[in-house]
């Protein structure tokens, strides 16, 4: 017992104060890597060595560098996270379906009252080929208003699928990912946590729980298990993969059961699901009452020729919006006399009756006109986008505070390593310094003792 | 760990945050004063939107129907002018009868019986009128409204009545026929009686002549009832104008206090969010100055 174990325990003082060194650097090298969390070195007094006259203090031991992570700050920002990535999802397709509608001025509802004047128009002098031709614009205006409608929620529906089947393909990619860095964390056994790899696991299960909005459960011997509606994605080396059908806009496990996942693909999910098809229903309902009405009062009139006035448009029952379209290309054959044949040539009778289906109860199932019917859609898609759109800025607040409350703990302070940067230089210098003092007294025992009287 | 800890991301993604806050108020104050709207698209207010489309299919509405009053006005006018124009001429025929019922020289009456030739030809001309390419007291018809068929005269048009509507309910019928202001249908028409008025003055007979005279005040009821008429007719389309221009009006002031931005309030919102905007970039800048890093050597 002696100055030699006073020298090691300076040593393993240099030892400790270096690792604090290697990490306080470390952390700031990493001071701007968002998936980083600060690392600290646990440092232990070594076991002390009996002596006659008690035990002695031998130095310190590094044990372990750990990272500052926060398992419930993780779930928080995570659950935030799948609430905000389905939000954003659907605000994103809502604000598409929004602006096919064009309104308020260029949209349908102004394509309605041009009609309406039109055939007013019409009524004025039925023999001026001009209004006749006005006419057929108005009508092909507001039908192909209908079908750009149509169309543009086509291309919406098209789009959130691929966005649906691109997220799940990056949703399994990070699922392998999270597999094979279980298996890497569970094999480093020794030599305290691999930080480095837990924080790429943490990112990746950030990034899932965007999204697909999946729970994830940490097991005590420190593998990640990822789930989606009590089904397994993850668990532990093993994956199972989530297939998408784009026909159905269903996602399912790899046993086959349907999953309702949240996150981004849960938001392209509803969207596919639920507010499309309604809207679908509510403008094929409209179009259909539209054209139904406006057939029926033209076929109760007879053209200039004196024949009766057939159907103005066409369509495919179940896609009316999409397949409306004028059948009638020539001027004359626009049934604007109300009685007949003979025609009177100014007989305009029918032309007004067209022009007063603006106040007739066509639509709703007879509980609406034609231009409230439309208004009511717009309503509808403005109210679905709004409603959405403050849930999602209530949510990123959320997502921001739980954001930052994260970045508090796991975050490195650039201060802080400046103090633990000076406090571990100090350590080190005094470490060195006991060392040099242990040198010299030992210099004082090994050169100087028994050389009195030489 | 109880202390609050500062770090270089948290505070970094906080004022961000702040700063992004910050400029999506001015961005949206900006784009509502550049636009002079409040509501640019349904969602920003989707009851209002409902509103501010009712409001612009009615201002639409009413648009046309000035554009129907109008027409039907300058039907109203032409015929009104017509028929004032038939008034003096059958007032004249009404002179030559009493003339010619008073004794007069052969060349006279030939002369004054010319006359009325030509006053019936003016108010055939007049019944024929066209407005629009049609005939004004046709009905529907597009041809002549009176024609002489060998001797008899007879009316061409039909019983169409022009409508034009004036208000949303309102429907008025501004053409009136020849059947009614030339006496077709109170069975002898006023042609016919000038043609008797003619040969009657050319025969140099004085007793029909003299009868002319009760056919000529028959024939000047006719007209001046369907003068009535068309003036009832011009009255209410200028109500119908009026009731036009009050109802935009209205609508469009609705229109304004739903859809317009209030200026004054959007530029205060703007000032505040510059205010805002500016601090949160001061203070970035600040903040992220300071570090101990300053006061190591």
Known sequence: MSGFVSLRSALSGLYAAQAGLDTASHNVANAGNPAYTRQRVHTVSRAAAATPYGSAGTGVDVVAITRTRNAFLDGRLRSSLAGEGRLETLVGLLDGVEAALAEPNAGVTAALSNLWAAFEDLALDPTDPSARLAVLASLDSVASRFRTIAGAWDASATYAATQMSSSIAEVNGLLDEVARLNTQIGSISSGGPPNDLLDARDRALDRLATLAGV??????????????????????????????????????????ATVRPGGAIGGAHDFLTNELPELRTRLEALVTEFATALNTQHAAGFTSAGAAGGALFTFTPGAAAATLALTVTNPADIAAAASGPPVADYDAGNAQALA?????????????TLEGATRAVVTWVGQTLATVDTALASQLTVTAAAQHARNQAHGVGIDEEMVDLITFQRAYEAAARVMTTVDQALDTLINRTGVVGR | MTTVRATHLG??????????????????????????????????????MSRVLELKAALRMRQQERRNADDGQMWVNLADSKLQGAVEQIQRARELAVRAGSTVGDTERVAIAAEVASVRDGLVAIANTRHQGRGLFAGFATGHAVQQTGTVWGYQGDTGRVERRIGESEVVAVNVSADTVFGFAAGRDTFTMLDDLEAAILAGDVTPVNAALADMDQALKHVVTSLAALGATGNRIELGVDRIQESTGTLQSQLGTLEDVDLAEAIMHLQLGQTQYEAALAAFSRTSQASLLDFLR
Do not use: C, E, M
């Open chain 2, 11 to 48: 505070s970094y993604f906080s004022q961000r945050h702040r700063i992004a806050d910050a400029a999506h108020v001015v961005s949206k104050a900006q784009t509502q004063i550049a636009s002079g709207k409040r509501i640019l698209r349904p969602a920003d207010d989707p009851s209002s």
């Open chain 1, 356 to 368: 007063g289906l603006r106040n007739a109860l066509a639509a709703g199932g007879g509980s609406q």
């Open chain 1, 215 to 256: 729970t994830v459960t940490i097991t005590a011997d420190g593998a990640a298990r990822v789930s989606l509606d009590g089904l397994a994605l993850v668990h532990d080396a093993r994956t199972s993969h989530l297939s998408f059908d784009p026909s159905t806009g269903d996602v399912s496990h790899a046993s086959g």
